[in-house]
């Protein structure tokens, strides 16, 4: 039987022609002919593969492109889903072409700097790649709702984000929800509001989260816009997440906490109970509805895999013993610290326990701009903190030797910026070790603290680097906004105590560093180094510092 034959005959002509243009059509399932390949012509483009597949979720296929262009430096891979329903197709589509078009536009930011590097130093350099990355997973699904979890990863080689959005739709009218269409009415926030900061207030507790009460209260203020990102599941939890920053330092990314339906379960519609699977008495109410102490412990027990500091400490205590780092540390934070304080370079001698202060820090250079960034500091006399990378520190050893000359500190930010939690305990120390030995060569001296690329480390990591690990808490995005007013615009904000992270490989970057100079210091503030910000607090290996906790009052 013609698997269409219920279909008028130009319908199923037309249908039929629809999805011979794409391919693969075997695998569109012959039960569900609404669910084809999306037919808008993509813009034209570099390489492009695209497929249209089953997946586990009856009625949802995932229609998925990858293109790479720019000998490889650029690379997209998105999957979005298809479904019975063409309103819900037009919608994930029209997002999915949305975040084609934000990746293009870093991608080509990228790519014109990294032709620009090339064309002026004849060299190649690691850090010029944009990778994005989306997929989709559905998280609670009946005949009248679907949930979608969307997740979206954008990285480029300086930095990047990456983060789990829910989508909610009526399945019979294609319609999008909202977190408040869920609800009886806006009660929920306060109950959301209460549940969150309980269990945050806990993880503050356990020393499990790089923030304070103050940040936690700010960030679930009772507002539909605090609570728009919340992933209900089928096992009778949901995930409420917080936007990096919202409730605590970037250190945490997206801060995520679970609870159990049942803890709102009597706020919801009824349909949705119905969906989430949540019983209720006759009067619609749910018996035993708000157990705060069991949903607090719950979220928590989500969190039992996290290493906690004092862990990586005395893990990366054994490692480092074993390679006799740890004693070289001490040594070597001792250079710096003494080179800051002996003031040898016209530096300011600040104490940060008495005086704001913030630490600036220039990751991925040296690079073509990183010579005039050093004139607008030596000309403001502030001094600064660059991770650098080793391959390019090889060929612009000069840089390097002026930085050092102009008293700023040097920290290692790998050879040639691999995310170091895919790579093994040898490797990780090759990618270290060769850094400092072209930076002592250069200078004279190791480097004293990490920067892992991406931000991104593990235990292994913390466990074999045998330096502190150097993260921030203020981060402009300057690597996607190019744009030296809003790069400026936003790290004017920064609190005392912040450690600064931005890119001497942007030139949008460097042009906003004299007014970022120029409004923290209006604010009293002073610019210090990594070691000086925490002084006379010794960083220690295997520890993780996002920034200096013991500020005085502005
Ligand atoms: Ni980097």
Known sequence: MNRYSRLPATLTLLLTFTLAACQPISSVPADDEAAQPPSQALPPGPARTSSFDASKYARVYVYTIEEIDNDGRSLLHISYPVTEQAAINARMEELSQLYIQEYREIAAAIEKDYQN?????????????????????????????????????????????????????????????????????????ERLAELSRAALAERLRREELASDLDW?????????????????????????????????????????????VDAIADLLKPEMRELLGVETDEEGKVGDSVRLTANVNRANSTLAARAVLTDRLSLARTFSAANGRLTDLAATNAN???????????????????????????????????????????????????????KSARIQSETVSRIFADGHQIGNHTWDHPNLTKLSAELIQQQLHQTDDIITQI??????????????????????????????????????????????????????????????????TVAAVPAIIEALRERGIHFVTVTQLFEPEQLVAGNVYVRQPDVPSE
């Open 443 to 508: 200078v004279g001296q190791p480097t004293a603290h990490l920067r892992p690329p991406y931000g991104a480390y593990n235990d292994l990591v913390l466990a074999v680097s045998g330096l502190p690990i150097i993260f921030w808490s203020v981060d402009p995005l300057d690597w996607r906004d190019r744009d030296a007013d809003v790069v400026a615009a936003r790290i004017i904000e920064s609190p005392a105590g912040a450690i600064i992270l931005a890119h001497d490989i942007h030139k949008t």
């Open 216 to 260: 936690v209260a700010d960030g679930t203020a009772p507002t539909a816009e605090n609570f728009d990102n919340i992933l209900f599941r089928e096992d009778g939890t949901f995930l409420v997440r917080f936007d990096k920053y919202q409730v605590a330092a970037g250190v945490e990314g997206v801060v995520e906490i679970a609870l159990e």
């Open 117 to 189: 590097y090339k064309k002026e130093t004849g060299t190649e350099a690691a850090t010029f790649v944009t990778h994005y990355r989306q997929s989709f997973d559905v998280s609670v699904a009946n005949q009248r709702v679907i949930f979608f979890d969307l997740e979206r990863s954008i990285y480029t080689g300086g930095t990047g984000i990456s983060y789990v959005i829910g989508y909610i739709f009526d399945r019979a009218s294609g319609a999008e929800l909202a977190i408040p269409d869920l609800f009886v009415d806006e009660t929920y926030l």
């Open 336 to 390: 710096w610290s003494g080179l800051n304080q002996a003031d040898q370079t016209g530096a300011e001698v600040v104490d940060c326990n008495h005086l704001p202060c913030v630490a600036l820090t220039f990751d991925d250079g040296p690079s073509i701009y990183t010579e005039g960034l050093l004139d607008i500091l030596s000309r403001h006399q502030v001094k600064a903190t660059f991770f650098i990378l080793g």
